[in-house]
């Protein structure tokens, strides 16, 4: 059964730093992984996907990477900034599967 | 841009009570997914339909069920709502050819007292 783990659980960071997120999945066999923001009391909007042949996915100060092999993936963001102060989910998808599998989330915190 | 709608924000209901969420999707998506969040639970699938009249079970269907008569929205019911049914209530929705696209609605915030 795929389990998904984000550590840690919460971060706080001053603004400007450079952070990386964590996601851990059990089961290797993996379709696509998937990272989401979620502001407080909001729905979730995606970040990045990445496909299960790819490496890593970019958009702006944001770089995810899949390593399939020891399952896991990272989710880096550059010169964070307050507005970047959200919870962040990883979600995976297994191939031949309808279910998406959802990690419990990193909450970040970027004081000005 | 897809729009995901749920027609309550917050919600505060009595435990034994019939609960109804509604969700409406305006982007003639096939698939639509009902989630709850718990704090450090993730987000745990309820029930799936891919079309309408069809509905699959997810992870914790008991205490639920859906109800999908339109292609653009699909029903969550709690026949009879309890305490340990207080959660935050995500509904998604995706088209059939890209089944992992999915866009989600802005949450229901559900109290059973």
């Known amino acids: 059964k795929q389990e998904v783990t984000q550590i840690p659980a919460a971060l706080s960071v001053p603004e400007g730093e450079n952070l990386v997120l964590n996601c851990s999945f059990t089961?290797?066999?993996?379709?696509?992984l998937q990272w989401f923001r979620q502001d407080p009391g909001k729905g979730l909007t995606s970040l990045l996907l990445?496909?299960?042949?790819?490496r890593e996915q970019t958009s702006g100060r944001l770089n995810a990477s899949l390593d399939k092999s020891s399952g896991r993936s990272t989710l880096y963001i550059a010169a964070s900034q307050p507005g970047d102060s959200a919870t962040y989910l990883c979600?995976?998808?297994?191939?031949?599967?309808?279910?998406?599998?959802f990690g419990a989330g990193t909450r970040l915190f970027v004081k000005a | 841009d897809v729009k995901v709608t749920q027609s309550s924000r917050y919600l505060v209901k009595r435990t034994g009570e019939k609960v109804f969420l509604e969700c409406v999707q305006d982007?003639?998506?096939?698939?639509m997914f009902w989630y709850r969040q718990d704090p450090g639970l993730g987000l745990r699938l309820i029930y799936f339909?891919?079309?309408?009249?069809?509905?699959e079970k997810g992870d914790i269907p008991e205490g639920y069920s859906v109800s999908r008569e339109k292609k653009e929205r699909f029903s969550l019911i709690l026949e009879s709502a309890s305490t340990n049914q207080t959660s935050m209530y995500l509904c998604?929705?995706?088209?059939?050819?890209?089944?992992?696209?999915?866009?989600f609605g802005p949450g229901t915030r559900l109290t059973v007292t």
């Open positions: 998604a929705s995706s088209s059939r050819t890209a089944y992992h696209e999915q866009y």
């Open positions: 089961d290797s066999a993996i379709y696509n």
């Open positions: 990445i496909q299960s042949s790819q």
């Open positions: 979600a995976v998808l297994n191939t031949g599967g309808f279910k998406t599998i």
């Open positions: 982007m003639d998506h096939e698939n």
């Open positions: 339909s891919y079309d309408v009249k069809m509905k």
